[in-house]
């Protein structure tokens, strides 16, 4: 999937490419790419085909809302987002989506007509042939453009219009904001079946404060104390926080091996410390339950002290064990981390021995 930020990069590749000056473009956040957005994509790319032209996702960052509450200086007005810009992209490249333009949504594009968008974005650097967008549609200068201003257009200008309704699994509609409702609650299966997939972040691991290693002295038996893989998120409002049980992703060379069983932290981390280097932002911290001695081994060759700093993880936050807590003592935070280890391990063995690698992203999708 090619992937251009900004208009005047977009203009930048139309001019190197002949090929590139047409296609059927559908326009969203994205937010997620749930089993709705799935079902557009799906429709949008036999279209292009049809049409003989590349499909073409516009998305925006930040998301409008973000950018509105910034500049009205009311962050809760911000939503709480489902997925970071690198999860949404590699989603849209999952589905098949030949190219994707990721806008600034600033002042600039906030101010920007109705009819100036169709003019100058859809026509005059795109040059759409087909716009497939969904029921609620707006888009323009305080929302005033919509799908009969589009449709107008698209008559006059010599490109097809078309709108997709809500997508429905058993009677219930899927959307970002079912998914953030689902995602807060902790109902990760819901998420799932919403999704079409396990929930999960990636992101490279990065260095955090080193506390794992010194919680090896007060976790009797657990002599690597809880080592963590560390991924850290600027300027991002997760819709899920607290502790899952989850599946690690990206540790080992070969994809074929399965993945590692772990618990996690995701949130901004209570802390014991008030100059954590973590500094109040996201992260998501991961310790692996299993850490084979062949990994362990491989790291330490290629990475000082046996660690996967540097290295690209996607984790799957497959069940809430509880919100986050903020621990008294070192020695409290250990018992605590001790606890969600043997929870998690409980919810690992729960499941079918086989049936849970091989078949949870299909049986989750008609789960709800």
Known sequence: ??????????????????????????????????????????????EARHRGVPSCVMTFEPHPR???????????LAPARIATLRDKLAELRRCGVDRCVVLPFNEKLASLPAQAF????????????????????????????????LDAAGMARGFDVARMQSYEVH??????SAVRDALGAGR????????????????HVVHGRKLGRQLAESAPGRGDGFRT????????????????????????DDPAEPPLPGVANLGVRPSLDPDDVNGGRVLLE???????????????????????????VRVELLHKLHDELKYDSLDALTT?????????????????????????????????
């Not at 326009?27 to 036999?46: C, S, T």
């Not at 009677?171 to 970002?176: E, M, N």
């Not at 600027?234 to 540790?251: C, D, E, M, R, T």
Request: proline letters at 3%; aromatic letters at 8%; glycine letters at 10%.
């Open 1 to 46: 999937m090619n992937i251009i930020r900004g208009l005047a990069n977009l203009q930048h590749a139309l001019r190197h490419d002949a090929c590139a000056d047409a296609c059927a473009l559908t326009i969203g956040n994205f937010d997620g790419v749930h089993r709705g957005h799935q079902a557009m994509l799906a429709l949008l790319n036999n």
């Open 66 to 76: 973000d950018y509105f509450a910034g500049r009205h200086h009311k962050p809760e």
């Open 286 to 312: 991961t310790h692996c339950l299993d850490w084979p001695q062949a990994l362990r081994a491989e790291l330490g060759r290629h990475r000082a002290d046996g660690e996967a700093y540097g290295k690209i």
């Open 171 to 176: 009677g219930l509609r899927v959307s970002s």
């Open 229 to 252: 893989l560390n991924l850290r998120f600027s300027h991002w409002k997760p819709a899920a926080s607290g502790i899952f049980a989850v599946h690690v992703h990206g540790l080992r």
């Open 118 to 149: 169709i003019d100058e974005v859809l026509v005059g650097a795109l040059g759409v042939k087909y716009v497939l967008v969904g029921d609620d549609f707006r888009f323009g200068a305080q929302r005033q453009g919509d799908y009969a201003m």
């Open 188 to 203: 990760m299966n819901d998420v799932a079946a919403l999704l079409g997939r396990p929930y999960s972040i990636s992101g």
């Open 336 to 368: 605590g981390i001790a606890r969600d280890c043997d929870d998690a391990r409980a919810f690992f063995a729960s499941l079918p021995s086989q049936a849970y690698a091989q078949t949870h992203r299909q049986t989750t999708r008609d789960r709800i």
